[in-house]
């Protein structure tokens, strides 16, 4: 099928935003006073920070709603998200989306972060004109591994399922294009250690592997 479109998850494939945000969480976890450990902090990959928010109100059942938690953590992230010398786009992300672009290949955004968190990254790195549309699951209903976030960005792509690709890092990412029943390129990389890529279609370490050349007929 020729392809047509491109939905991009953010975290882990444009940015390694993952060490800025575990940075946060467990500044946030400290003022909390409680304790996270690492295997439960990696099952929240993908997810949204009011999943992840609400998912430690019930486990240590604070008396916190997911907002105050949201807020603590924000704090914490856009100072290292402005000031870890460390933070860049993931390399050769950015020629891959020229490459699409220039093609005129649809990019869509389907990123678990905040609204907020999108912007940031966007105005930071001089993205916005290549995308025609951006989603944040914080905004919609169901989470990843829920297939929402992906029929909806097909949806704004306004193209059919079969002609859309989801490049994801994350387990919950991977298995929310394989719901979505959209093909999907799993990016992994140093970043993503402990994720499952049983559910992709395909498993690349290189983004060359996934230019317009040698995906557009894909399936």
């Not at 990019?107 to 912007?119: C, F, N, Q, R, Y």
Request: charge should be negative; hydrophobic fraction near 40%; include cysteine.
């Amino acid at each position: 099928m020729p392809l047509k479109a491109v939905l991009f998850d953010m975290d882990g494939v444009i940015v390694d935003t993952e060490p800025l945000h575990r940075k946060a969480y467990f500044k946030m976890f400290d003022d909390l006073a409680i304790e996270v450990s690492d295997d439960s902090y990696t099952s929240f990959t993908g997810a949204s920070t009011k999943k992840v928010c609400t998912t430690i109100i019930k486990n240590f059942d604070l008396k916190r709603n997911h907002e105050d938690l949201s807020a603590i953590k924000r704090v914490y992230f856009k100072d290292y998200f402005y000031n870890d010398a460390d933070f860049n786009l993931i390399p050769g992300v950015k020629k891959l989306i020229e490459n699409y672009y220039e093609n005129r290949v649809k990019l869509v955004l389907a990123s678990s972060a905040s609204m907020v968190t999108i912007d940031m990254v966007f105005e930071k790195f001089g993205l916005e004109k290549y995308f025609i549309g951006k989603i944040s699951g914080a905004d919609l209903k169901e989470s990843k591994p829920h297939p929402e976030i992906f029929l909806l960005a097909a949806k704004i792509a306004n193209e059919p399922k079969k002609n859309c690709l989801v490049i994801e890092d994350s387990t919950n990412g991977i298995a929310a294009a394989h719901a979505a029943g959209i093909f999907c390129a799993a990016y992994k990389s140093e970043h993503s250690s402990g994720q499952n890529y049983e559910k992709a279609n395909l498993v690349i370490s290189d983004f060359e592997e996934i230019t317009f050349d040698n995906m557009k007929n894909f399936v």
